[in-house]
């Protein structure tokens, strides 16, 4: 069931540089944060930061706040909630200051975007993907492109709880059959569908949003531009429905689509009691000063594998995010479930007599997951995210008992 040296292997190929670990011991207590910024929409809202504690000497971190349109709060020790208001002027920038014991306070910068705009939404795509067709339906090339937050299925489909941007782009400029990159250039909504040159057709460009599997919202566009350069892709978009969008993404603007493997289709609540928790330490094993650690919950045939890496050689204790790979910080972070000769990193699923057959399991790719050991005893609580958007909030807890690999 486990494959942790081939996801390092993996993991070493696509992180090319860690973070090193510090030889000297202090006992002074040192917060960890996993995100040093936030940015808000002019909409306001609220998001959640994660933090550790080394060196713990017990007791309850605080949060503090330095702008009256910010609230920060700290519930347990190991997330702080933000909250901001809606901005109806100018961009604005704040500060929340974590303090805890004698460490040095943690500072998390605080971005919201200027209220003073024109536009209902403003979106910032995570995902580009889609499908070259070539000259299969104009003289002019075809890029079929989909910008989403969470991505859509290898089949170019959306996943259960998305939001969806599709663009069909016609140009005069070929792509690469084996790696196509949308060319750059203006483009303009072509409502007559005449599949021209530096135009997206009206048939297959729309908006879509996702929920549990089920369409909750969708919309036709009535005039739009789209301007692509230099990894950049920014369009303004009038609605059929009156709304204006702005969305905008940076990064790899190669067409294609990523392979999915979780069996849900839509989210997933999930309380197990009386697990057989273990967990391994394996070390150092990449020799960036962090422990790897696999722990593994079954109960009946119910079963959640784990991975990660901190800097506790004693614990797995802690609060984790998913690495990612732009990460260059392992510190404190859950590998993502893949598929590499086998499950790897960080998963749900059920056996079959005593065995992963398939039928039902998810792999966690984003998100947060708490680990709480008290003597013989644990608890993990995660609230994450499958590979197609599903959201999993479970609880797990029993009987604790840890291991040292042999190394």
């Given at each position: 069931?486990?494959?942790?040296?081939?996801?390092?292997?993996?993991?070493?190929?696509?992180?090319?540089?860690?973070?090193?670990?510090?030889?000297?011991?202090?006992?002074?207590?040192?917060?960890?944060?996993?995100?040093?910024?936030?940015?808000?929409?002019?909409?306001?809202?609220?998001?959640?930061?994660?933090?550790?504690?080394?060196?713990?000497?017990?007791?309850?971190?605080?949060?503090?706040?330095?702008?009256?349109?910010?609230?920060?709060?700290?519930?347990?020790?190991?997330?702080?909630?933000?909250?901001?208001?809606?901005?109806?002027?100018?961009?604005?920038?704040?500060?929340?200051?974590?303090?805890?014991?004698?460490?040095?306070?943690?500072?998390?910068?605080?971005?919201?975007?200027?209220?003073?705009?024109?536009?209902?939404?403003?979106?910032e795509a995570k995902h580009l993907e889609g499908t070259?067709?070539?000259?299969?339906?104009?003289?002019?090339?075809?890029?079929?492109?989909?910008?989403?937050?969470?991505?859509?299925?290898?089949?170019?489909?959306?996943?259960?709880?998305?939001?969806?941007?599709?663009?069909?782009?016609?140009?005069?400029?070929?792509?690469?059959?084996?790696?196509?990159?949308?060319?750059?250039?203006?483009?303009?909504?072509?409502?007559?569908?005449?599949?021209?040159?530096?135009?997206?057709?009206?048939?297959?460009?729309?908006?879509?949003?996702?929920?549990?599997?089920?369409?909750?919202?969708?919309?036709?566009?009535?005039?739009?531009?789209?301007?692509?350069?230099?990894?950049?892709?920014?369009?303004?978009?009038?609605?059929?429905?009156?709304?204006?969008?702005?969305?905008?993404?940076?990064?790899?603007?190669?067409?294609?689509?990523?392979?999915?493997?979780?069996?849900?289709?839509?989210?997933?609540?999930?309380?197990?009691?009386?697990?057989?928790?273990?967990?391994?330490?394996?070390?150092?094993?990449?020799?960036?000063?962090?422990?790897?650690?696999?722990?593994?919950?079954?109960?009946?045939?119910?079963?959640?594998?784990?991975?990660?890496?901190?800097?506790?050689?004693?614990?797995?204790?802690?609060?984790?995010?998913?690495?990612?790979?732009?990460?260059?910080?392992?510190?404190?972070?859950?590998?993502?479930?893949?598929?590499?000769?086998?499950?790897?990193?960080?998963?749900?699923?059920?056996?079959?007599?005593?065995?992963?057959?398939?039928?039902?399991?998810?792999?966690?790719?984003?998100?947060?997951?708490?680990?709480?050991?008290?003597?013989?005893?644990?608890?993990?609580?995660?609230?994450?995210?499958?590979?197609?958007?599903?959201?999993?909030?479970?609880?797990?807890?029993?009987?604790?008992?840890?291991?040292?690999?042999?190394?």
């Amino acid at each position: 069931m486990k494959k942790f040296f081939a996801l390092v292997a993996l993991v070493a190929v696509a992180l090319t540089s860690c973070d090193k670990g510090n030889d000297g011991e202090t006992t002074k207590s040192v917060i960890r944060l996993y995100e040093t910024e936030v940015v808000f929409a002019n909409s306001g809202g609220e998001k959640i930061v994660g933090f550790g504690i080394d060196n713990a000497v017990g007791g309850k971190a605080t949060a503090q706040d330095d702008a009256e349109w910010l609230d920060a709060e700290i519930v347990f020790n190991g997330e702080v909630t933000i909250t901001a208001e809606a901005n109806e002027g100018d961009a604005r920038e704040a500060k929340v200051t974590i303090k805890y014991a004698d460490a040095k306070d943690a500072i998390i910068v605080v971005k919201q975007k200027a209220g003073n705009v024109m536009y209902d939404i403003e979106y910032e795509a995570k995902h580009l993907e889609g499908t070259y067709f070539g000259t299969q339906y104009s003289d002019n090339h075809n890029y079929f492109v989909i910008l989403s937050d969470i991505g859509a299925t290898a089949k170019g489909e959306v996943k259960s709880n998305g939001v969806y941007y599709f663009f069909d782009f016609y140009s005069k400029v070929a792509g690469n059959a084996e790696s196509p990159v949308l060319p750059n250039g203006t483009y303009t909504f072509d409502a007559n569908n005449t599949l021209g040159d530096l135009t997206f057709s009206d048939d297959g460009s729309w908006y879509q949003e996702q929920e549990n599997g089920k369409t909750i919202k969708a919309a036709n566009i009535k005039s739009a531009t789209v301007v692509v350069e230099s990894g950049k892709f920014d369009a303004i978009i009038e609605f059929t429905t009156g709304e204006v969008h702005r969305v905008t993404y940076e990064g790899d603007l190669t067409l294609g689509f990523d392979e999915v493997h979780t069996t849900f289709n839509k989210d997933v609540k999930l309380t197990v009691d009386g697990a057989a928790i273990s967990a391994a330490n394996y070390g150092d094993i990449l020799g960036n000063g962090l422990q790897a650690w696999y722990i593994e919950a079954v109960k009946g045939d119910e079963l959640f594998m784990l991975e990660i890496f901190t800097a506790s050689a004693n614990s797995p204790a802690g609060v984790y995010t998913a690495l990612a790979a732009s990460d260059n910080n392992y510190s404190n972070k859950f590998i993502p479930g893949i598929i590499s000769d086998g499950m790897a990193g960080t998963w749900y699923a059920k056996l079959t007599n005593g065995a992963i057959k398939g039928d039902v399991m998810a792999p966690f790719v984003d998100g947060l997951v708490k680990i709480e050991v008290a003597g013989n005893t644990a608890t993990i609580s995660y609230s994450v995210r499958d590979d197609a958007g599903n959201q999993f909030d479970c609880t797990v807890s029993g009987s604790y008992t840890k291991t040292e690999v042999e190394k």
